[in-house]
C-alpha cells in the first residue's frame, strides 16, 4: 500500500518591522518597570505582592496613637488619672470601630502618683496605710482583656510581633504603607482613598490630647462607646476577684463617693473660698447621703461604698441604717492580686456595676442616680461652698 508522505510546511517571513517594533516594546517596559522603582522605593512586584496578601487577610489596617494613652498631649511629662486615660483610649478604640481598622494600643499605662497611694480610706490607722506602690506604669494587660476587647474592635499591643511584621510590611509597602495625618476627619479617613486605602494610619502627628479627637461627639460619625465598655473589659484575673467578691455580698445597693480631688477650692481677690463643685462637700458628707439615698435604698441593705476620702471611719454614720462593706473587708482576697490603684479601682468598678442599685457622684446620664446634683464637668464657674440644708437637698 503506498503512503503519502506529508509535504513540509514552508517556514513563514518575519518582517523586520516586526522585529523591530517587539524590541521597541520590550525597552519601553524596562523603563517603565525602573521608573516605578524609583518613584515608590521598592519594587513593584514586591508591592503587588503585599497587597495580594492584604486582600487575602494576611494583613489587616490598622490605626496608631502612639506608645502612651493620652500623649502627644499635655500630659505627656507625668499622665492623667485612669478615668481621664480612658476617655481616649475609647476615643482611639471608636475611631478604629469606625475606620474597621485594627487598633494598635500600647503595651503599657501609666500611672499618675496621685492615684497610686496603697492606703485607702477604709483601711485601720496604721503606718500600712500610709504605704504605696512605687510602679510609675503596669502592662495594659494586667488591666483590661485584650481578647474580649477585641471581640469589638480588633486590639493588637505595640509590643507584640504581628505590630513589628505590620511596621516590617510599612516600610517595604512605601508610599502605600503608612500615612502621618494631622487633622483629618474620620470621615475623610474612611472614604477618601488616599488615606483608606493606607496599610497604617498613624496619629501621633496630633498635638492634643487623644480624646480631645472626640470632644465633640455628638456631631461625630462614629461608633459610640457607653462609659462602661471599658470598665467591663476588665481582665480576667480583675473579673474572677470581683466575682468572688459579689458572691459574698449577695444582693447588694453601691454607692462612688468622689470627694479628694475634686474639693479643690481657691481665694478669690476679696479672700473668698470657692468652689467649681460648691455643693460637692456637702452632698458627699454621710449625713447628706443618708438623707439622698433613703428613698433609693431601703434602710438595713448591705452597701458597698468605693470612695478616694482618705478620713478612717469618714462614713461610719452611714452605719445606722445601713450594712456596710468597702474593698478593705476582702484584702485576703484583694492582696496577693492587687499591684496598684489602678487594679483596685477596676475591681471596684466590676462592684458598683454588680450592684442592685447604684448611685454615682454625679449624674452622667438622664437615668443615673447621683449624690450630688452639681455638674461632673465645670471649669469656668467658681462659686462659694454651700454646706447648709436645703429644701432640694434630699
Known amino acids: 500500500m503506498a503512503i503519502h508522505a506529508t509535504p513540509k510546511a514552508k517556514p513563514k517571513f518575519r518582517s523586520p518591522f516586526l522585529l523591530l517594533a517587539l524590541a521597541i516594546t520590550a525597552i519601553a517596559i524596562l523603563f517603565l518597570f525602573r521608573s516605578l522603582v524609583s518613584t515608590t522605593g521598592s519594587s513593584p512586584l514586591i508591592s503587588i505582592s503585599l497587597q495580594n496578601e492584604v486582600k487575602q487577610g494576611r494583613h489587616e489596617r490598622y490605626l496608631y496613637w502612639g506608645t502612651r494613652i493620652d500623649c502627644p498631649g499635655k500630659h505627656c511629662e507625668t499622665c492623667a488619672g485612669l478615668g481621664h486615660q480612658e476617655s481616649s483610649l475609647r476615643c482611639a478604640i471608636e475611631e478604629a470601630m469606625y475606620l474597621q481598622r485594627t487598633f494598635v494600643m500600647p503595651s503599657r499605662i501609666c500611672i499618675n502618683p496621685m492615684h497610686n497611694k496603697k492606703g485607702i480610706f477604709q483601711l485601720s490607722n496604721t503606718s500600712s496605710s500610709e504605704a504605696s506602690w512605687e510602679a510609675s506604669s503596669c502592662s495594659m494587660d494586667t488591666l483590661y482583656d485584650i481578647d474580649l476587647i477585641s471581640e469589638t474592635v480588633p ?117 473668698v473660698e470657692r468652689s467649681l463643685t460648691p455643693h460637692l462637700d456637702r ?107 436645703d429644701e432640694n437637698t434630699c
Open 155 to 271: 486590639v493588637i499591643l505595640d509590643d507584640s510581633k504581628e505590630w513589628s511584621q505590620v511596621l516590617s510590611t510599612s516600610m517595604k509597602l512605601g508610599a502605600p504603607g503608612a500615612g502621618h495625618v494631622e487633622g483629618v476627619s474620620r470621615i475623610d479617613l474612611k472614604e477618601n482613598n488616599k488615606f483608606s486605602d493606607l496599610l497604617l494610619i498613624n496619629r501621633t502627628a496630633s498635638p492634643l490630647s487623644w480624646f480631645m479627637e472626640c470632644k465633640d461627639r455628638n456631631k461625630r460619625s462614629s461608633v459610640m462607646l457607653p462609659h462602661s465598655f471599658l470598665p467591663s473589659m476588665a481582665a480576667r484575673k480583675l473579673r474572677d476577684v470581683a466575682e468572688k467578691i459579689k458572691a459574698d455580698l449577695g444582693d447588694y445597693d453601691a454607692i462612688h463617693v468622689r470627694r479628694g480631688d475634686k474639693l479643690k477650692t481657691r481665694k478669690d481677690r476679696f479672700g
Open 283 to 389: 452632698d458627699t458628707r454621710p449625713e447628706f447621703i443618708l438623707c439622698r439615698i433613703a428613698k433609693w435604698v431601703p434602710a438595713g441593705r448591705t452597701l458597698f461604698i468605693a470612695s478616694n476620702e482618705r478620713t478612717p471611719g469618714f462614713f461610719s454614720l452611714l452605719s445606722i441604717r445601713y450594712k456596710l462593706a468597702y474593698s478593705s473587708n476582702y484584702s485576703h482576697i484583694l492582696d496577693p492580686l492587687i499591684e496598684n490603684n489602678y487594679q483596685l479601682f477596676m475591681v471596684e468598678r466590676l462592684l458598683l456595676m454588680g450592684a442592685k442599685t447604684f448611685i454615682k457622684t454625679y449624674k452622667e446620664d438622664e437615668t443615673d442616680l447621683s449624690l450630688t446634683d452639681d455638674p461632673k464637668k465645670n471649669t469656668k464657674n467658681w462659686q462659694i461652698p454651700v454646706y447648709t440644708k
